[in-house]
């Protein structure tokens, strides 16, 4: 009969123990790494498509570039759709629209150099991106979206990733009389003109940037700025492909 010394059982169970209180300790970490992993990858992407897509072309307001590297772009479109979100390029949303293109993103908002304690006012929620980035820089943005559905869950995600942007569900042809004026007015569908409401709702000393021109033709993003007197001078910019500006019919 052979008789186990005692010291391989306590050597044994030491091992065990050991083996065990590693497996607690780092299981939760590793665990936790790779969620860190995943976010982090994102961010990766993200200061590359602010890097090579955005400063690349010229788009240098310190501000609008720190704001597009913290606004998480994926977390705007369908969970299919996330791996693409920090492409140059839009993506589809529901109700047949888009998130438009990160470079035009870029490049509208610092037309319109979004600052702390400005009051901006966005006609086409969408997805509710651009609203973030603008509010993102300290601004107060109202933003008006047609269609129902995308009014509420840009709510949604905006108040959930803690934003504070109000958003209406209306047709933005008519602007938001009760917040005007406004030191800025973004417009992201196009128009075959300018909503004159929007131009009234516009502080002197404002500025608007909106895609003019047929959804079949060409499309040019118009700066309008209102001078201390009222009075309106507009440029014409870059050639663009928006989704129209759509009329509500009630
Ligand atoms: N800024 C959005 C993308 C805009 S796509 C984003 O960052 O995701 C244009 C949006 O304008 C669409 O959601 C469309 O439904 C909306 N829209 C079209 N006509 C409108 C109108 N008259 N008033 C308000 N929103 C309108």
Redesign the pocket.
């Known amino acids: 009969m052979t008789v186990r010394p005692p010291e391989v059982t306590v050597a044994y169970w030491k091992k065990v123990l050991i083996l065990t209180g590693a497996a607690l300790v780092l299981g939760p970490a590793v665990a936790a790494g790779q969620q860190l992993t995943e976010e982090e990858r994102f961010r990766e992407l993200r200061n590359a498509m602010v890097r090579d897509q955005i400063e690349a072309k010229g788009v240098s307001d310190s501000e609008t570039l720190r704001a597009m590297r913290n606004v998480p772009r994926h977390l705007?479109v369908a969970e299919p759709r996330r791996a693409n979100a920090y492409e140059d390029r839009p993506l589809p949303?529901e109700?047949g629209?888009?998130?438009?293109q990160p470079y035009i993103?870029g490049y509208m908002t610092e037309i319109i150099g979004p600052r702390p304690g400005m009051k901006i006012l966005?006609?086409?929620?969408?997805?509710?991106?651009?609203?973030a980035v603008l509010a993102e820089t300290g601004a107060q943005v109202f933003s008006?979206?047609?269609?129902a559905f995308?009014a509420a869950q840009a709510a949604n995600r905006l108040d959930g990733l803690g934003y504070r942007v109000q958003v209406r569900h209306?047709?933005?042809?008519d602007g938001w009389p009760e917040e005007a004026p406004f030191d800025a007015i973004i417009v992201?569908?196009a128009a075959g003109f300018i909503p004159p409401p929007l131009l009234d709702q516009l502080k002197p000393g404002g500025r608007m940037i909106i895609p003019v021109g047929s959804i079949y033709g060409i499309q040019n993003l118009v700066r309008v700025d209102k001078r201390e007197d009222g009075s309106l001078q507009s440029e014409t910019l870059l050639p663009v492909r928006?989704?129209?500006?759509?009329?509500?019919t009630g």
């Open positions: 705007f949303i109700e629209q888009t998130i438009s993103v966005e006609i086409g929620t969408g997805s509710g991106y651009q609203a008006i979206e047609i269609f995308l209306a047709d933005g042809f992201t569908a928006f989704v129209p500006l759509l009329r509500s």
